[in-house]
């Protein structure tokens, strides 16, 4: 079992690196931070007050880009037919998925994040509970992505409903995250860190759950 | 000596590929019902049947893609399913996508290799899938299927696009898993050259009804 969901695990990885799928979020993440100072103008007050807001929005948006390719190449080249006839379950392939996807999208992440607040000018402690809050939030972003391309596997226009579906799903993520930048008692990184395990423990069985029906 | 699940001794039996009363429903339509047949190790079946009669669905029914709507199936122990996917991923190279799946099965790196020379596409092995033809995919095909030690083989049209050097190297090749006490069920139009003990042909349910 555990040989199975390594080379799993490490396949999917090894594709997303090489691919360079896994860049594109990071440097869609640094545009968006590059834009906004642009936007909003140079004033530094504003931008150490909204910055670390903006880098969350910008986290979630990301979180859409890879949607298309976490769940239906696999299906449509028949690789998840294969794994279900050896035995593995649709809860163990997603469960597999979501460890590989997040370690192809929380680490670059969290890289383009510090990187981009520099450009809003966060510095020290506002930086680096912003890097906790997404350190944090990323495995929850990651079981999302894959609960979500699971669900519209198969659906014309999946891009676009995965949009609609995530932000409702990623609402309590925000408001615990970027609100952890401006609470001072750590206990919005506690709520941040109770909605992240919820969405990681659930994500396996969701996603299964899309990918059985899907195979009727 | 016909031998039914019944008159034969359940450690018989284990190792032998029965489908007992399966019907199978896509969508609202019934694709068959009741349909009864026994393989024995070393026994090859095979499946013939207008288009969109359900072949691929039992194929798939039996690889335990697809629940059956009634009735049951007995497996002889692992199997391994040859559809038109290929299952492989387009952009690496044959043996590294071959080996993905050898890994997974516990198989080693020689299985990948003999799998390579018995399919005749040794010389690719550092070829990328997405440069290959479709008789060299179908021989891709056959060669992740060979390195699994699955005793059931489940072919849907595996012939389709090999000339005839190839279909007569698959015919050896099916014919060793057989004499090593193999199974096989394929779903063909095109003859291959192998002996099928079973000759299963699915009609189309609404015409079978008009005939009784």
């Given at each position: 079992?555990i040989?199975?969901?390594?080379?799993?695990?490490?396949?999917?990885?090894?594709?997303s690196?090489?691919?360079?799928?896994?860049?594109?979020?990071?440097?869609?993440?640094?545009?968006?931070?590059?834009?906004?100072?642009?936007?909003?103008?140079?004033?530094r007050?504003?931008?150490?007050?909204?910055?670390g807001?903006?880098?969350?929005i910008?986290a979630?948006l990301?979180?859409?880009?890879p949607?298309?390719?976490?769940?239906?190449?696999?299906?449509?080249n028949g690789?998840?037919?294969?794994?279900?006839?050896?035995?593995?379950?649709?809860?163990?392939?997603?469960?597999?998925?979501?460890?590989?996807?997040?370690l192809?999208?929380?680490?670059?992440?969290?890289?383009?994040?510090?990187?981009?607040?520099?450009?809003?000018?966060?510095?020290?402690?506002?930086?680096w509970?912003?890097?906790?809050?997404?350190?944090?939030?990323?495995?929850?972003?990651?079981?999302?992505?894959v609960m979500?391309?699971?669900?519209?596997?198969?659906?014309?226009?999946?891009?676009?409903?995965?949009g609609?579906?995530?932000?409702?799903?990623?609402?309590?993520?925000l408001?615990?995250?970027?609100g952890?930048?401006s609470?001072?008692?750590?206990?919005?990184?506690?709520?941040?860190?109770?909605?992240?395990?919820?969405l990681?423990?659930?994500t396996?069985?969701?996603?299964?759950a899309?990918?059985?029906?899907?195979?009727? | 000596?016909?031998?039914?699940p019944?008159?034969?001794?359940q450690?018989?039996?284990?190792?032998?590929?029965?489908?007992?009363?399966?019907?199978?429903?896509?969508?609202?339509?019934?694709?068959?019902?009741?349909?009864?047949?026994?393989?024995k190790?070393?026994?090859a079946?095979l499946l013939?049947?207008?288009?969109g009669?359900?072949?691929?669905?039992?194929?798939?029914l039996?690889?335990?893609?697809?629940?059956?709507?009634s009735?049951?199936?007995?497996?002889?122990g692992?199997v391994?399913?040859?559809?038109?996917?290929?299952?492989?991923?387009?952009?690496r190279?044959?043996?590294?996508?071959?080996?993905?799946?050898?890994?997974?099965?516990?198989?080693?790196?020689?299985?990948?290799?003999?799998?390579l020379?018995?399919?005749?596409?040794?010389?690719?092995?550092e070829?990328p899938?997405?440069?290959?033809?479709?008789?060299?995919r179908?021989?891709?095909?056959?060669?992740?299927?060979?390195?699994?030690?699955a005793?059931l083989?489940?072919?849907?049209?595996?012939?389709?696009?090999?000339?005839?050097?190839?279909v007569?190297?698959?015919?050896?090749?099916?014919?060793?898993?057989?004499?090593d006490?193999?199974?096989?069920?394929?779903?063909?139009?095109i003859?291959?050259?192998?002996?099928?003990e079973l000759?299963?042909?699915?009609?189309?349910?609404?015409?079978?009804e008009?005939?009784?």
């Amino acid at each position: 079992m555990i040989a199975s969901l390594s080379a799993l695990i490490w396949r999917d990885v090894r594709q997303s690196y090489a691919s360079g799928g896994t860049w594109l979020p990071v440097i869609f993440y640094l545009s968006a931070a590059t834009l906004f100072p642009f936007a909003v103008g140079p004033d530094r007050d504003l931008l150490l007050q909204t910055g670390g807001g903006i880098l969350w929005i910008a986290a979630l948006l990301a979180t859409l880009l890879p949607l298309d390719r976490l769940i239906q190449p696999d299906l449509d080249n028949g690789v998840h037919d294969q794994l279900i006839v050896r035995g593995l379950t649709d809860e163990f392939i997603a469960l597999g998925r979501l460890i590989s996807h997040w370690l192809a999208f929380g680490p670059p992440l969290l890289f383009a994040a510090f990187l981009a607040s520099g450009l809003m000018g966060l510095e020290g402690n506002p930086l680096w509970t912003l890097l906790a809050s997404l350190a944090i939030a990323t495995p929850a972003l990651a079981g999302l992505a894959v609960m979500i391309a699971a669900l519209t596997a198969g659906l014309k226009g999946a891009g676009a409903l995965g949009g609609l579906l995530l932000i409702p799903l990623a609402i309590p993520l925000l408001i615990f995250g970027a609100g952890s930048l401006s609470d001072q008692s750590g206990s919005a990184l506690l709520f941040l860190g109770a909605v992240s395990l919820l969405l990681v423990a659930i994500t396996p069985f969701a996603a299964g759950a899309a990918l059985k029906a899907g195979r009727e | 000596m016909s031998a039914g699940p019944s008159s034969t001794l359940q450690e018989d039996i284990d190792n032998h590929l029965i489908a007992d009363g399966l019907s199978c429903v896509r969508g609202d339509k019934m694709l068959f019902r009741d349909l009864n047949f026994v393989l024995k190790p070393g026994q090859a079946g095979l499946l013939t049947g207008p288009n969109g009669v359900g072949k691929s669905s039992l194929l798939r029914l039996i690889a335990g893609l697809l629940d059956a709507f009634s009735g049951r199936v007995n497996k002889p122990g692992s199997v391994a399913l040859c559809d038109d996917r290929m299952a492989l991923d387009e952009h690496r190279s044959l043996e590294q996508a071959l080996s993905f799946w050898a890994r997974l099965d516990g198989r080693t790196v020689q299985t990948t290799q003999e799998a390579l020379s018995k399919a005749g596409i040794e010389h690719l092995s550092e070829v990328p899938i997405r440069y290959f033809s479709t008789g060299q995919r179908q021989r891709a095909r056959l060669a992740r299927i060979y390195q699994t030690d699955a005793k059931l083989w489940l072919l849907d049209e595996p012939a389709n696009g090999l000339d005839t050097s190839s279909v007569e190297l698959m015919g050896k090749i099916l014919q060793a898993h057989l004499d090593d006490g193999g199974t096989i069920l394929a779903a063909s139009h095109i003859p291959l050259p192998i002996d099928f003990e079973l000759s299963v042909r699915l009609a189309p349910l609404e015409q079978l009804e008009s005939t009784i």
